[in-house]
């Protein structure tokens, strides 16, 4: 079983729409929890960190579930522009600097 | 500043040759890594550092050598390049283990 799981996808969806992605993980230890952004043939960015009490940056919504083990980001109003890959990523840390990350979920907005 | 800089971009390799990808950042971070990224596989931690001297193995680190003599580099090293290293390899760094990683823009790697 892999460390961190996501439904690959691809999520397609019309613009406008809600969409929401899930992540579980099998490492009761890890400490921090973050979702990344990758566009074709570019490197990961950094999207949003995830905190236990969930967090929200515009129409981004992260929550985290420690005891069920679960990761969530909702997409509200889907703009053309999101469509992307969006990876999970557990971090243990007392494991320094190990980032593991999911296979991602492809998300495709369509006009 | 520059953020993570990887070099080379692109580079083709025959079977058995060894080289040497380079990443260097400027933000005085004390964490950084090597991932490599294949189709269907997602991004595998191949090697890590959290701090100058200090390195450890992630998931895949057979056939790579790394070295931290300096908070800036980190350089990955192929021994005896296979088909099975051709990937697109990343370097990301972070100043502390709570917070996320910032990526190089990665050198995709054929070996042929």
């Known amino acids: 079983r892999k460390e961190v799981e996501q439904d690959p996808g691809p999520f397609n969806v019309p613009e406008g729409a809600t969409v929401a992605f899930n992540c579980t993980y099998s490492?009761?230890?890890?400490?921090?929890f973050f979702w990344y952004r990758q566009d074709c043939r570019k490197e990961p960015k950094l999207l949003m960190s995830?905190?236990?009490s969930g967090n929200e940056d515009g129409r981004f919504t992260a929550q985290l579930n420690r005891a069920s083990q679960y990761i969530s980001l909702l997409i509200r109003d889907s703009k053309l522009s999101d469509s992307a890959t969006y990876l999970c990523?557990?971090?243990?840390?007392?494991?320094?600097?190990?980032?593991?990350f999911g296979q991602g979920t492809e998300l495709s907005v369509k006009p | 500043n520059a953020g993570v800089t990887q070099t080379p971009k692109f580079q083709v390799l025959k079977t058995g040759q060894s080289m040497t990808l380079q990443c260097a950042q400027d933000?005085?971070?004390?964490?950084m890594s090597w991932y490599r990224q294949d189709p269907g596989m997602g991004l595998r931690l191949i090697h890590y550092?959290?701090?100058?001297?200090?390195?450890d193995q992630g998931e895949v680190p057979n056939g790579y050598n790394v070295s931290r003599s300096t908070t800036e580099d980190f350089p990955l090293r192929l021994l005896s390049a296979a088909p099975s290293q051709t990937s697109v390899y990343f370097c990301?760094?972070?100043?502390?283990?709570?917070?996320?990683?910032?990526f190089g823009s990665g050198t995709r790697l054929t070996v042929v």
């Open positions: 490492n009761s230890a890890s400490q921090s």
């Open positions: 990301a760094s972070r100043a502390d283990r709570g917070l996320g990683y910032t």
């Open positions: 995830v905190y236990s």
């Open positions: 933000m005085n971070h004390e964490y």
């Open positions: 990523v557990v971090n243990r840390n007392n494991q320094g600097g190990k980032l593991i």
């Open positions: 550092s959290v701090g100058a001297g200090i390195t």
